[in-house]
């Protein structure tokens, strides 16, 4: 056997396992589809129903509770022709098939059909569950055929009461083949069909007529009996119907049932209708899944001999293809010697920017710690003066917060000896007018020697943000500075503070009366290194405070004031960490 046939054998072989494992994965598949769809199609179908019949079963008690209905009764006759025109008003805007009302002896006394030759006027339906379960105060919603009509409808029925007593009923019939005839609102197809069975399993309505009024179990002469009996189907005996039940899941099983005269098999799905007391089911044909998988496999066919010849095709230019291969294998490696270099050129420029920006916060840092060092001078040399004048208790508090401005600065240098470690912002939850005083008290010196009135912030202490406190303190002690340095040549000098709360965030606004910010810097003021200073100033300062407010999850901004000044707006989070 030569080396073509050997591997047209085993293509051969190899499709016909395939073929077989389609066609069960296949038939599996269409199986589930047609479970989902009967599951689907069931819950619209119990839906619809229980949807239609709480509709029609409010209509008695609207009935039952009109002054006219009660009067009539009441004056036992009077007003007769009133009632039934109002019965028969009742009846069509509803669509139900006929409203009547029954005084205490099951006697019709008036009715929508009044006019008609079948009318019910005068007819006894006191053998009726509807009737005398309604008399002892019940709402009844029940199935029977009808006594003249011999038509299979739904009966809903409601008391009459007045001064706490049943004195009439109201009952309400709804044809059973509009719901069988509403394919469209049922969302039916031709291959799914439904059924209604009651608690003694007889299917009370269907779209195929061959199943309505049969039993879906065996009945025995005594059960029979007692069918018969309450003449819910009059003198009708329903018949066995001529299926088998498979259970698939709880909800699912697999049916043969006679269709057309044949023997069919569906996949049905069941649901509950309360309101009744019935099950509905939906059922899928599934009669020919088989033969719905021979296009399937056909098509598979197609498609592996078109895999089989481009396999062979590829097998034979394989050996020219070894070159190539080559080729590309010679790439990939100069292409990963390149990305390796990449990356290292990468984590150098990483490093550089992180040096960078340890320059810029040296820079920050150091145009911090000025002006608590400017504080310090200025209590020193007031503590000397004391210490000469002998008061020795002013010149040891000047000490102490001399002291504390130290333990600042040690504060405020330890950030950069702790910037190039991989370390997070330590948030806590801070006092924000204790942070506020601190960053007055330090920029104090600066305040003090540009003459700035300062009005204190009414600040609640209770009023908590997530930050670090040091370098919020060192945000602020940064644009109060600033602020004081733009007032030192304006004829009014004045440092105010508003603060805004909202549900979970605080706004704290910094407003001076200098010459406000110019149109053009503003969009440009918290760059690195651009400074509006002329002097002096690296511009750095704007640039870092924005980076550690962005850090709290909070936001910087700058504005004009409409009445001269500038604003900076410092919102951050409250009562709870950022996420």
Sequence with gaps: MSSLSKKLVIAGAMLLLLLVLVFYVGRAHDYQQAEQQSRVQATQLSHYFSSELARFKTIPTLVSANDLVKSFVVKQGIGEQAVNYYLEDIQRASGASDV?????????????????????????FAFRP?????????????????????????????????????????????????????????NASDSTHFYIALEDSVIVMSDVEDWRLKSLESLNDEQMAALVKSRRYLSHKPSLLNHNHKPLSEQTAQQNIQLNGKQARFISATETIDIINAKASVLVDVTNVELAQIPRLLWFSVFYAIAVVLIHMAMVRFAGYKKLLFSRHSLEQEVIERTQALEKAQKALIQTAKLATIGQLSAGINHEINQ??????????????????????????????????????????????????????????????????????????????????????????????WVDSVKFEQVLVNVITNASQAMSESE????????????????????????????????????????????????????????????????????????????????????????
């Design 100 to 124: 009547y009302l029954m005084d205490l002896t099951g006697s019709v006394v008036a009715s929508s059909n009044w006019q008609v030759d079948y009318t019910f006027l005068g007819s006894n």
């Design 130 to 186: 509807y009737f005398y379960l309604a008399k002892q105060g019940e709402k009844v919603a029940y199935f029977a055929l009808g006594m003249r009509s011999s038509e299979r409808g739904i009966y809903f029925s409601e008391p009459v009461i007045d001064k706490g007593k049943v004195i009439a009923v109201v009952t309400l019939k709804v044809n059973a083949k509009k719901f069988e005839q509403d394919r469209q609102l049922l």
């Design 372 to 465: 608590p060092l400017s504080a310090m001078n200025t209590y020193l040399v007031s503590a000397k003066r004391l210490l000469i004048k002998g008061n020795i208790e002013q010149a040891s508090e000047n000490l102490v917060l001399v002291q504390s401005l130290i333990e600042r600065v040690h504060k405020i240098v330890a950030q950069l000896k702790h910037f190039s470690k991989p370390a997070q912002t330590q948030l806590r939850q801070q006092s924000l007018a204790s942070m506020l005083k601190n960053a007055l008290m330090i920029a104090s010196a600066q305040l003090k020697q540009d003459d700035i009135e300062v009005k204190a912030a009414d600040i609640d202490a209770n009023i908590t943000v």
């Design 492 to 579: 009014k000098r004045e440092l105010s503070f508003d603060l805004e709360l909202f549900d979970d965030r605080v706004k704290l606004s910094i407003l001076d009366t200098g010459p406000g910010i110019d149109q053009h810097a503003l969009g440009n003021i918290f760059e690195p290194f651009y400074s509006t200073k002329t002097s002096n100033g690296l511009g750095l300062g704007l640039s870092i405070s924005r980076q550690i407010i962005d850090s709290f999850n909070g936001r910087l901004s700058a504005h004009n004031r409409p009445e001269g000044g500038a604003q900076f707006i410092i919102t951050l989070q409250t009562n709870k960490e950022p996420s």
